[in-house]
């Protein structure tokens, strides 16, 4: 199903697609440059949001949880880019430990880990799954959402290694994105941990990436010749916050009103007749906890006792005292009349697929990323990476092309955020 966006084709997304198009060798040549310069991270998920005059990303995701959701057509894509990576990072990897969540008992997320072993399997690599939770004390069969089951056995260390029962892997990776913090059992390992630990959000701050994606978009655009606001979020950040003893509140309140008026600035500009909104959202963290949607400086003073309670605390029970002032996008994309976004999912610096997150309950300025979401395959004859360049910009391969380039300029960002935070750059 290729979902309906509803506002008319005829605006200046419609003219950036088409630029897209016509400058795919320019935009393809220009990555290869990039890819020289920026190893990519080994996986990546990025959240997008298509208002019809805007296609931005939202949020970058360096430990994505939804293989699952992805086509099964595009299952050899996976497998090639996989391989891609393993040879940049591992060549000789032959065995591989895979550390995931501890939702033991989230079934859809173990359905993900399921896929995810399928591409890595079949990739070449013999795979194990191993868990840090502290339930997993022996050799535990898990089943998923579709009733498969899972062997997941208990880490250990040994020296400067992990390994489990009979099994000592070339490799390590980590599907756990470290919101509580780096456990101590993954520091100073000799083998390759990936992605490496300030991938994870004990030390991924979201106003660094947009910070980097920010320079990633305004490089892009003025190779392209155009405005780099239609695909590049406006972004503030506010720290020392404590929302439920209302710490920091006139500055968040003071922020989100400046960044308001330079919104409404561009809307003025393109002739936007929505209002205006920013999302505010912990600095660090996924899963769609601590974030709101905030017309005016008001809401974010006007907050009762629920809604601070709820801004004040992130998975794992982590305090907030950091957020991002994020540009709200509208997105305008619907399937069967709800709202929906992209998902795209790349491997290494190639897009093997995506879906729609959908939600039958949230308007078109709220975040998506909540209970009561499900998910739709992207529905592409071909991959992101080959449009129809003959044909209407607004035909899905086309449409695709636009999320994969966008998305990618989201992966680039995060490719230089890590380096950029690397540890070892600061060896002397």
């Given at each position: 199903?290729?979902?309906?966006?509803?506002?008319?084709?005829?605006?200046?997304?419609?003219?950036?697609?088409?630029?897209?198009?016509?400058?795919?060798?320019?935009?393809?040549?220009?990555f290869?440059?990039?890819?020289?310069?920026?190893?990519?991270?080994?996986?990546?998920?990025?959240?997008?949001?298509?208002?019809?005059?805007k296609?931005?990303?939202?949020?970058?995701?360096?430990?994505?949880?939804?293989f699952?959701?992805?086509?099964?057509?595009?299952?050899?894509?996976?497998?090639?880019?996989?391989?891609?990576?393993?040879?940049?990072?591992?060549?000789?990897?032959?065995?591989?430990l895979?550390?995931?969540?501890?939702?033991t008992?989230?079934?859809?997320?173990l359905?993900?880990?399921?896929?995810?072993?399928?591409?890595?399997?079949?990739?070449?690599?013999?795979?194990?799954?191993?868990?840090?939770?502290?339930e997993?004390?022996?050799?535990?069969?898990?089943?998923?959402?579709?009733?498969?089951?899972?062997?997941?056995?208990?880490?250990?260390?040994?020296?400067?290694?992990?390994?489990?029962?009979?099994?000592?892997?070339?490799?390590?990776?980590?599907?756990?994105?470290?919101?509580?913090?780096?456990p101590e059992?993954?520091?100073?390992?000799?083998?390759?941990?990936?992605?490496?630990?300030?991938?994870g959000?004990?030390t991924?701050?979201?106003?660094?990436?947009?910070?980097?994606?920010k320079?990633?978009?305004?490089?892009?655009?003025?190779?392209?010749g155009i405005?780099?606001?239609?695909?590049?979020?406006?972004?503030?950040?506010?720290?020392q916050?404590?929302?439920?003893?209302?710490?920091?509140?006139?500055?968040?309140?003071?922020?989100?009103?400046?960044l308001?008026?330079?919104?409404?600035?561009k809307?003025?500009?393109?002739?936007?007749?929505?209002?205006?909104?920013?999302i505010?959202?912990?600095?660090?963290?996924?899963?769609?906890?601590?974030?709101?949607?905030?017309?005016?400086?008001?809401?974010?003073?006007?907050?009762?006792?629920?809604?601070r309670?709820?801004?004040?605390?992130?998975?794992?029970?982590?305090?907030?005292s950091?957020?991002?002032?994020?540009?709200?996008v509208?997105?305008?994309?619907?399937?069967?009349?709800?709202?929906?976004?992209?998902?795209?999912?790349?491997?290494?610096?190639?897009?093997?697929?995506?879906?729609?997150?959908?939600?039958?309950?949230?308007?078109q300025?709220?975040?998506?990323?909540?209970?009561?979401?499900?998910f739709?395959?992207?529905?592409?004859?071909?991959?992101?990476?080959l449009?129809?360049?003959?044909?209407?910009p607004?035909?899905?391969?086309?449409?695709?092309?636009?999320?994969?380039?966008?998305a990618r300029?989201?992966?680039?960002?995060?490719?230089?955020?890590l380096q950029?935070?690397?540890?070892?750059?600061?060896?002397?």
């Open positions: 199903m290729v979902p309906h966006l509803t506002t008319a084709l005829n605006g200046p997304l419609l003219r950036l697609e088409k630029e897209m198009l016509n400058s795919m060798p320019v935009i393809e040549h220009w290869r440059t990039q890819w020289l310069e920026h190893g990519a991270p080994f996986y990546t998920s990025v959240d997008l949001r298509n208002s019809g005059f296609l931005a990303p939202v949020d970058t995701n360096l430990f994505p949880g939804g699952n959701n992805l086509n099964p057509d595009f299952l050899p894509l996976c497998i090639q880019a996989t391989m891609s990576a393993i040879e940049k990072i591992c060549p000789e990897a032959r065995r591989l895979l550390i995931p969540e501890n939702h008992r989230n079934a859809f997320y359905q993900n880990v399921a896929a995810l072993t399928n591409i890595l399997k079949q990739a070449g690599l013999v795979v194990r799954i191993g868990s840090l939770s502290e997993i004390t022996a050799p535990t069969k898990l089943d998923t959402q579709n009733g498969d089951s899972l062997l997941i056995e208990p880490v250990k260390r040994k020296g400067n290694r992990l390994i489990l029962d009979d099994f000592d892997s070339c490799a390590v990776l980590l599907n756990k994105d470290l919101s509580g913090g780096i059992i993954l520091r100073n390992l000799e083998q390759n941990l990936i992605p490496p630990l300030h991938a959000w004990s991924r701050r979201k106003t660094q990436h947009f910070a980097a994606y320079r990633v978009a305004e490089t892009f655009s003025e190779l392209l405005d780099p606001w239609l695909i590049n979020p406006y972004f503030d950040g506010a720290k916050l404590d929302f439920n003893a209302r710490v920091g509140e006139d500055e968040l309140a003071s922020k989100v009103d400046t308001l008026g330079d919104i409404q600035s809307y003025n500009e393109y002739g936007v007749e929505q209002d205006p909104f920013v505010v959202k912990a600095d660090a963290g996924t899963y769609g906890m601590g974030i709101m949607t905030v017309k005016s400086p008001s809401d974010v003073k006007d907050l009762n006792r629920k809604q309670n709820k801004m004040s605390v992130v998975k794992e029970g982590l305090q907030v950091e957020v991002i002032i994020q540009e709200g509208y997105t305008f994309e619907s399937i069967n009349d709800a709202v929906a976004e992209p998902v795209v999912y790349m491997i290494d610096h190639y897009v093997v697929g995506g879906f729609y997150r959908v939600h039958t309950s949230r308007g300025d709220e975040n998506l990323n909540a209970p009561g979401m499900h739709v395959p992207l529905a592409f004859d071909t991959p992101c990476s449009p129809d360049c003959a044909g209407a607004d035909a899905a391969p086309n449409r695709f092309y636009a999320y994969g380039v966008v300029l989201a992966m680039l960002a995060a490719a230089i955020e950029e935070n690397d540890p070892d750059n600061f060896i002397n």
